[in-house]
């Protein structure tokens, strides 16, 4: 058996660090090469190997690739939707020039998977709102959006070219206590966490009522890992698949919270943030990630709770 050797580029973001660890326990802390812009001083010991990269160097990241000699890559670094929406140009040359780079070296240098992250972002005002289907209306309304759709089809334009296996989900709003999450449209939904467990009121960003879909890291991290697990003829999207767990308004979330945080107070004052969360589907119909890799959720928004408050109020102990 050929031993993998993986690159997960975006390694200290949300996702990047659950995934590492995931994908280490899996294949072996030396296997998985992480690397992200951070300067290695701030990183902690189980981060290594790592790799200071700047993605958008296209010949820094073919000399890492060549050199390490790169079966599969896990290519997570983006700039998200709110954050995007201040920066429109650079979002853009990030997420495209970044992801088109490692389509290309992927090919050149035989890389045998890829995983790149989609979003709901990729919809927009005119998708189906309920049980937004796999293959309909898209119209993304952001910057962020808009490189997710174009990127989609760069992966399938790849796979249909040149056979290169890249896989890839539309990822609802990540819920997660580890990483911080930076410049999305959701993440109202993991820092509403940081103050009920530090007794704090939340200002939230969306209007009570605003329902978007959404995912606990921990199933996010299996579903990422379940598709690239797949045997290659079982991934018939090859744009990205549509994948959903939970549905639920900041409304929502406050009362689950309020069950276990009794006096935790929620205000709204909504920004601009709001007209893109409006202009994304309330919910995702996930059948053809069901039917082709046996995708199931495990975590309801009860446990999805519970779970964060415990582990948040563990972190705050230590
Ligand atoms: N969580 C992302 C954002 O809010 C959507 O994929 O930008």
């Known amino acids: 058996m050929v031993q993998e050797k993986i690159l997960v580029i975006g390694a200290c973001g949300q996702i990047g660090r659950e995934l590492t660890a995931a994908l280490r326990l899996k294949f072996g802390q030396q296997q998985v090469l992480a690397s992200d812009i951070q300067a290695q001083g701030n990183l902690s010991a189980d981060m290594y190997p790592y790799f200071r990269l700047d993605v958008t160097d296209a010949a820094a990241l073919e000399t890492l690739i060549a050199e390490e000699k790169i079966t599969q890559i896990y290519h997570l ?12 140009k650079k979002a853009w040359d990030l997420n495209m020039d970044s992801l088109l780079s490692v389509l290309e070296l992927s090919v050149k240098y035989n890389v045998k998977k890829v995983f790149w992250p989609s979003s709901i972002a990729i919809f927009g005002p005119d998708s189906e709102k309920i049980s937004t289907p796999q293959q309909g209306v898209t119209e993304p309304t952001t910057v962020y959006g808009i490189s997710k759709a174009a990127g989609e089809y760069w992966c399938k334009y790849y796979f249909d070219k040149f056979g290169l296996d890249v ?37 939230c960003f969306l209007k009570e009522d605003t329902v978007l879909p959404m ?25 990205a698949y549509n994948l959903a767990a939970l549905s639920f308004s900041p409304q929502a ?23 893109i969360a409006d202009s ?13 890799w046996g995708w199931e959720p495990a975590f309801n928004l009860e446990a999805m709770v519970k779970d964060m408050l415990l582990n948040l109020k563990e972190l705050q102990e230590n």
């Open 77 to 88: 670094a983006a700039m998200l939707s709110a954050s995007g929406e201040k920066n429109p």
């Open 167 to 203: 896989r890839s989900i539309r990822y609802p709003g990540l819920i997660s206590y580890t990483g911080a999450p930076g410049g999305g449209t959701t993440d109202y939904a993991v820092d509403i966490f940081h103050h009920a467990v530090e007794d704090k009121p939340f200002t």
């Open 215 to 239: 995912m606990y890291m921990e199933d996010a991290i299996r579903a990422t890992l379940e598709l690239m697990d797949a045997p290659k003829d079982k991934v018939l999207v090859r744009t």
């Open 253 to 275: 979330l406050t009362e689950e919270i309020v069950k276990l945080v009794p006096d935790f107070k929620v205000v709204y004052a909504p920004d601009f943030r709001q007209q």
């Open 280 to 292: 994304w589907p309330g919910s995702i119909d996930d059948s053809a990630a069901r039917t082709d």
